[in-house]
């Protein structure tokens, strides 16, 4: 325990003291940067063009779907026209394969060629049983004819014998002889084979009966006759062996000329078959490929259309016209530039080449020669605001989202703002060769005299405690690992008292035990 004793006798001044008591504590980290719409949209045309017309001004307020500008849309109108006639010639294509009617075409060839192979079949077949008829019918006329040549043999050495026998007969036998004889030859010469082999057998037994009869006739002048029939008949039997040789030849032949032909019926059913599958097969494959064609065209239609409608743009959302870079009749170029946005949010970054970039977050280290870089329109909602800070390192690492946040505008300095850290960024920014952490602060209100792009500073309360007893920041001492005060008891007695501190704020700490509300330290002198 600390005393004060008088070396004078005279009464020491008390020494200043606090009251533990019940308070808030705070403290936080503070950077500079700028205000920020709550979202911003850099537009442009996808593929540029002439600009045709511009419908609104810098500061005009937009709702959704309104028409802002124009660019010339000629020659992507004549680039629809052209995908969507190859569209309808793909389409056609496509119905000209799936009407096709080459697969039933070619059944019916293969059903004609199934009748073919069998009326062939059939006519070689009919050929080679009329072939064997013939031959039949020549084999029978050779042993005919060969009958007949037999029975002249007969006749003629029954002639002969008769002649050699010197046997004079009547002249009725001569002449029935002769008569037997001549007919047999007419017969012979006409083709009558059968009639000849009958007078030839009538006059071999009329010979017979004449060599043994008394009155028998000579028969020495039938014998020329009789020989002259023979040899018809043998002319008649060479003529028949031919004829049989010939038939059994023209069997060979149409029997080659059958298989031939036959071969020949099934190589074009083979054929047609090969083709009805070959149309069956590629079909659908055609098909598919034809509709693959019909939907790439589709396809290019429908980009086609999207360029048209480019060309028309419209507001994306309800805001105010921030910045507009073109005049109707200019060239623009292709939309490529993007929005650097701020942690949590779409809000930009100020002074990464939006409309608001007037200092704050980069301020001195960005030279903008006009609004919005290269955009065409920038289109922004500034009915609210939100406030972009970067915080060096060693601050950034005490911000989290939801912390409590006060903000000031420069240009404003009787409005203090209130928020509430939506996000702190996770990668740093080098700004000024100083690593930055872009913390993003949503406004609770508004102000209508706030623009995009203001300069802000912005206070984070890393600490916040609200009505929690505390103890003067001036009054504490550390001994050891110990935190420690001197409470100054009623009758002016001093003692040491150790407690354990929390939260520590920017002028008190919070006392979590140790003290209680009501007393009194000493601080030190000097200290009011």
């Known amino acids: 325990m600390l005393t004060f004793a008088s070396c004078t006798g005279g009464q020491q001044p008390p020494p200043p003291t606090d009251v533990v008591r019940r308070a808030t504590i705070t403290d936080g980290v503070s950077a500079t940067g700028a205000l920020s719409a709550v979202s911003t949209e850099n537009l442009g045309f996808p593929k540029g063009g002439k600009l045709r017309s511009v419908r609104v001004r810098v500061g005009d307020r937009v709702s959704a779907g309104q028409v802002l500008a124009t660019v010339d849309s000629y020659a992507y109108r004549l680039v629809l026209r052209q995908q969507e006639a190859n569209l309808a010639a793909q389409e056609a294509a496509l119905a000209r394969i799936e009407q096709n009617p080459s697969v039933s075409g070619a059944q019916d060839t293969v059903d004609q060629a199934n009748t073919i192979v069998s009326a062939t079949k059939d006519q070689a077949a009919a ?37 050699r026998s010197a046997r004079a007969g009547s002249a009725a036998a001569n002449a029935r002889l002769s008569a ?34 008394s009155d028998a006739a000579t028969a020495c002048s039938q014998v020329a006759t009789a020989e002259a029939a023979k040899t018809a008949a043998k002319q008649r039997v060479v003529s028949d062996r031919t004829a049989l040789v010939a038939a059994e030849q023209k069997k060979d032949v149409d029997a080659a000329a059958g298989r ?21 097969s590629d079909r659908p494959f055609n098909i598919e490929q034809q509709r693959a064609v019909v939907a790439g065209a589709e396809a290019m239609v ?44 779409k809000a930009a970054i100020p002074g990464t080449g939006s409309a608001g970039t007037a200092g704050g977050a980069g301020a001195g280290t960005t030279t903008v020669v006009r609004p919005a870089g290269s955009q065409f329109l920038v289109l922004t909602n500034v009915n609210r605001m939100k406030v972009v800070l970067p ?47 872009y913390v993003t602060v949503n406004l609770d209100s508004s102000d209508s005299r706030l623009k995009d792009g203001q300069t802000a500073r912005g ?8 009505n929690v007893l505390s103890v003067a920041n001036a009054a504490i001492r550390k001994q050891g690992n110990n935190s420690i005060v001197i409470v100054l008891g009623p009758g002016g007695q001093q003692r040491t008292v150790v407690f354990q501190p929390g939260a520590v704020g920017a002028e008190r700490t919070e006392v979590l035990s140790g003290l209680t509300e009501g007393e009194r330290v000493v601080l030190p002198s000097g200290s009011s």
Request: with cysteine; hydrophobic share 40%.
């Open 127 to 163: 050929t080679q049983t009329a072939d064997n008829a013939a031959i039949h019918r020549a084999r029978r006329q050779l042993a005919d004819d060969q009958d007949a040549l037999d029975q002249a043999g007969d006749a003629v050495s029954a002639l002969k014998r008769a002649c």
């Open 180 to 213: 037997l004889a001549q007919q047999a030859l007419q017969q012979l010469q006409s083709g009558d084979v059968a009639g000849a082999a009958k007078s030839l057998a009538a006059l071999s037994a009329a010979l017979s009966n004449a060599s043994s009869s």
């Open 260 to 280: 031939v032909a036959v071969a020949n019926a099934e190589q074009a059913e083979i054929a047609a078959q090969n083709t009805l599958n070959s149309a069956s």
């Open 302 to 345: 429908r980009t086609a259309r999207k360029d048209v409608r480019d060309t028309v743009m419209r507001a994306p959302g309800d805001g105010t016209v921030s910045a507009i870079n073109g005049v109707v009749g200019e060239f623009l170029t292709p939309s490529t530039g993007t929005t650097a946005l701020a942690p949590g949010s």
């Open 391 to 437: 915080f060096e390192e060693s601050d950034a690492a005490q911000i989290k989202p939801g912390q409590n946040a006060t903000v000031q505008v420069d240009s404003l300095p009787d409005v203090t703002l209130n928020g509430a850290v939506e996000q702190v960024a996770p990668s740093a920014t080098d700004i000024s060769g100083v690593i930055a952490y």
């Open 459 to 466: 206070t984070v309360l890393t600490v916040d405690r609200d």
